[in-house]
């Protein structure tokens, strides 16, 4: 129940952004800054997510964990390949490897 | 073109892209089970929701246990760039009737956005007359392949069940990485990243997951001012 409201209340601000400037009719001409601006907003929420992830343990920041091995691993291999199941495939299996050696 | 021509016209130049779209629909099922979503929730969010970065951004958000109405007014923050799309799509939609402006804008995704203003905009390409038909195709055909890649992502990670176990909520954050990193290709881009990551961890003690708010607007406006700099000097 909890589910559905939250994908009610996803829907309906994401409609809510496809349709109003399709109402409008483009009649604002957008300032370049503003669309500059959006392009950053996926990049940045998904950085913001990442990072504490494999940076924190406890809410502190912790280098020598698997995690963070790991997602360097992963982060050097989406550099150099940008292949993304190559990255998956090894971001895990550091992980894996990782935490059998080093961290039991 | 007759209506029917352009629809399927529609369909058939958005195919590159609806095939660059697959892994990602399967990955979204993935992490939808990791993050303990039901599968008919992420079924729904991808019919209802209908858009990837966002739903990847909110099953990754309800993992880390945040707060619904949050993670709605993340959704909205996410996708506002569809605002931009519509506006610039919105004078050749202008003839068209409310149920149709709302039908099409319901479906547009930056995919079917991309290859729907290049046909608008070709004047090679005939009147515009029916145009429309196009817009829908290329949305429709979107549509119905990214159920089917978020079913079958949900089904591989049921299926993997137990080998998943075993660093299970590492998926996720590696998941991300994989989307990330090959989206950095300037150094405006770059610097936004490294500027949100870092927020991200110092404010991670904020309640509500306020901290990513405040990582977000950081990462924009180190962007923004290395594209200003960029473009001084």
Redesign the interface.
């Known amino acids: 129940m909890e589910f559905a409201l939250l994908i009610l209340g996803m829907a309906l601000v994401t409609f809510a952004t496809r349709y109003s400037m399709i109402v409008i009719l483009g009649r604002w001409q957008v300032p370049r800054a503003v669309t500059l601006a959006l392009t950053f907003v996926p990049m940045a929420a998904f950085a913001a997510i990442i990072a504490p992830e494999i940076l924190l343990q406890k809410n502190e920041i912790a280098l020598v964990n698997a995690r963070f091995i790991a997602g360097l691993a992963a982060i050097l291999v989406a550099a150099f390949t940008r292949r993304i199941m190559l990255t998956i495939i090894v971001g895990m299996a550091t992980l894996w490897l990782v935490q059998i050696f080093f961290f039991h | 073109m007759t209506r029917r021509r352009e629809f399927f016209a529609g369909a058939r130049d958005t195919a590159p892209l609806i095939i660059g779209a697959v892994?990602f629909g399967i990955?979204y099922g993935v992490i939808c089970l990791t993050a303990g979503?039901?599968w008919w929730?992420a079924q729904?969010?991808s019919a209802?929701?209908?858009?990837g970065?966002?739903q990847?951004?909110?099953a990754?958000?309800?993992g880390?246990g945040t707060p619904?109405?949050f993670?709605?007014l993340?959704?909205?923050?996410?996708?506002?760039?569809?605002?931009?799309?519509?506006?610039?799509?919105?004078?050749y939609?202008?003839d068209l009737s409310a149920t149709w402006?709302?039908v099409?804008?319901?479906g547009?995704t930056d995919e079917s956005y991309a290859t729907t203003i290049v046909h608008y905009r070709d004047e090679t390409r005939g009147e515009n007359a029916n145009k429309h038909w196009y817009f829908l195709g290329a949305n429709l055909a979107m549509y119905v392949f990214w159920q089917l890649d978020c079913a079958l992502g949900y089904w591989i990670g049921t299926a993997l069940g137990d080998p998943l176990a075993?660093?299970l909520d590492?998926?996720?954050?590696?998941?991300?990485?994989?989307?990330?990193?090959?989206?950095?290709k300037s150094r405006?881009?770059i610097l936004?990243?490294?500027?949100?990551?870092?927020?991200?961890?110092l404010t991670?003690?904020l309640p509500n997951k306020l901290?990513?708010l405040i990582?977000?607007a950081?990462?924009?406006f180190a962007?923004?001012m290395t594209?200003k700099w960029n473009s001084r000097s």
Do not use: D
């Not at chain 2, 993340?74 to 004078?91: C, D, K």
């Not at chain 2, 590492?170 to 950095?184: G, K, S, T, Y």
């Open positions: 892994p990955l979503m039901p929730a729904a969010m209802f929701v209908f858009a970065s966002a990847f951004i909110a990754g958000l309800l880390q619904f109405p993670i709605v993340t959704t909205l923050i996410v996708n506002l760039r569809h605002a931009l799309y519509g506006a610039s799509i919105a004078p939609l202008r402006r709302a099409l804008a319901f547009m075993l660093g590492f998926v996720l954050p590696v998941v991300f990485i994989a989307i990330l990193i090959p989206q950095l405006a881009t936004a990243a490294l500027v949100a990551g870092a927020m991200a961890v991670a003690g901290g990513l990582a977000i950081a990462g924009i962007g923004m594209e």
